[in-house]
């Protein structure tokens, strides 16, 4: 298997630009989260998914951000318009739905800057 | 989800085993013990996971107490590979969120 695969792998953009990243889980997961990591907060989960559904979306910065999971193999993360307190590594990870053996996978992430 | 504390830093010697603690004093009794680690640059790693037993696996061994109040992840014989941040989590199982703290930069030294 390829593991999450997280496209593109470096984003630079400009300020007011709209940004879209995507996320492809490992095939059979039905579980999917979007993390963002920086510096100053570590890393912060933005949203979750289960069996393409949204569940938790308080991690949600502000209505810039949005995440569709439109089918069971695909996931986007999107900022419109971007700032550059944006900048930050975006990670993507799925999970087989287990009770109490849930492992998740991450994607090796998107680094993007904002200028 | 119940909140846990672990050291800022440790240093280990290559060879020798990595003892990372980490409290959990308000875990409840459905509550899962979870250990990722991330390697610079790099997505977490799943590591191991346990609920009231002790576990072990290829990567690692996972001490719980019998209060479950507090666990050690063990490296048994730490290379320099394994320099990383390790991050201990509490979690309900079953299809809810994962949240990471700042967790322990674990530095092993030759």
């Known amino acids: 298997d390829a593991g999450v695969i997280q496209s593109p792998r470096h984003e630079v953009t400009e300020m007011g630009q709209e940004v879209t990243l995507r996320c492809k889980p490992i095939s059979g997961h039905n579980s999917l989260f979007w993390y963002r990591q920086t510096m100053m907060r570590g890393l912060e989960l933005l949203i979750y998914?289960?069996?393409?559904?949204?569940?938790?979306d308080s991690g949600m910065p502000e209505d810039r951000f949005s995440a569709k999971m439109p089918n069971a193999s695909f996931s986007t993360l999107k900022i419109q318009p971007s700032e550059p307190r944006d900048s930050a590594v975006y990670f993507c990870?799925?999970?087989?739905?287990?009770?109490?053996?849930?492992?998740?996978?991450f994607g090796s992430g998107t680094q993007l800057s904002v200028l | 989800d119940a909140k846990t504390t672990q050291p800022t830093s440790m240093d280990c010697a290559e060879g020798r085993a990595a003892n990372l603690p980490c409290n959990h004093s308000t875990i409840s009794g459905n509550e899962y013990v979870y250990w990722y680690r991330q390697i610079h640059s790099q997505g977490p790693q799943y590591i191991i996971h346990?609920?009231?037993n002790n576990e072990t696996n290829e990567m690692a061994s996972l001490i719980i107490t019998e209060d479950r109040k507090s666990s050690t992840l063990i490296l048994p014989h730490a290379t320099l590979r394994d320099t990383a941040v390790y991050y201990c989590i509490v979690r309900v199982g079953y299809g809810n969120k994962l949240v990471f703290g700042a967790g322990t930069i674990l530095r092993v030294k030759s």
């Open positions: 998914f289960n069996n393409n559904v949204p569940i938790d």
């Open positions: 346990g609920l009231k």
């Open positions: 990870a799925s999970s087989l739905l287990s009770r109490g053996n849930e492992k998740l996978f």
